[in-house]
């Protein structure tokens, strides 16, 4: 495993786009396992920065997103499809049809797991899947729990996950209480892995995941199994 510490969350986001560009230069028809939440907001920005300067194209790639909230659909604006849209995709000239989110609205949730899982392998898996880490040591929305699931799935989201992603909500009480996540099999799968997380909050769960013992009750320490991962982190 590379850790790569970084002293601005500037240098972080450059520094991931340029990892996350050189997959798609390298191969064009690459599919991309890609993130929410904050972390990543400044790699969309610097990624959709190099396409404005003609140095990456993306209307060769196959975009996969880790997760979406239970119930939301594409036009609240607090779905992980709207964030996609409208922090990455709308800004790259990445094919629409060629981004695929777990669709949280589906009348059968299992059924569309199962779907996910299926898309993921008929694509010849992920070439470079993108995380953050929640506090709790959640990637995707795997949260701590007694065994690790292998298939896209439906989750209960942990209080503490809740409690940290009502920042983007107008309440508390609006963050939905389920959500459907990307298993371990699809992310484990994926050719290389580049986790980003920045802040001073985040250094203990990150040296729980990477130094201790590899455990469902940190799940992102399933990763220290993954040949290739590379984790970029600023403490600012
Ligand atoms: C969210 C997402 C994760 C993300 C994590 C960290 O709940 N489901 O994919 O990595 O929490 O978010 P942030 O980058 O905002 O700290």
């Known amino acids: 495993m590379k850790f790569i510490t970084v002293d601005s969350y500037e240098k972080l986001s450059k520094l991931a786009a340029n990892l996350i560009a050189s997959q798609v230069v390298l191969k064009p028809h690459c599919v991309l396992g890609l993130a929410t939440g904050s972390s990543p907001l400044g790699t969309y920005a610097e990624l959709a920065k190099k396409y404005d300067a003609g140095d990456v194209d993306f209307s060769s ?5 880790l997760d979406e909230y239970a119930g939301l659909d594409k036009t609240n604006d607090q779905s992980y499809r709207y964030f996609m849209d409208h922090n990455l995709f709308a800004h790259i000239n990445i094919c ?26 008929d694509l010849g898996g992920i070439d470079l899947q993108l995380l953050g880490i929640g506090l709790d040591g ?50 484990m799968n994926a050719k290389k892995i580049l986790l980003i997380a920045n802040g001073q909050n985040k250094k203990d769960i990150l040296d729980k995941a990477f130094n201790g013992p590899i455990t469902p009750m ?7 199994l993954h040949p290739d991962v590379t984790v970029i982190y600023s403490e600012n």
């Open 138 to 187: 959640h990637i995707g929305f795997n949260e701590p729990d007694e065994f690790f699931t292998k298939e896209t799935h439906l989750v209960t989201l942990d209080p503490s996950t809740i409690e940290a992603n009502a920042r983007f909500f107008a309440s508390k009480d609006e963050v939905p209480t389920q959500a459907i996540t990307m298993g371990m099999m699809s992310i």
């Open 61 to 65: 790639v196959t975009s996969v997103n």
């Open 218 to 224: 940190v799940p992102a320490s399933i990763l220290q």
């Open 96 to 121: 629409p049809e060629k981004t695929h989110v777990p669709n949280g609205c589906a009348d059968d949730l299992a059924k569309e797991g199962e779907r996910y899982d299926k898309l993921i392998a």
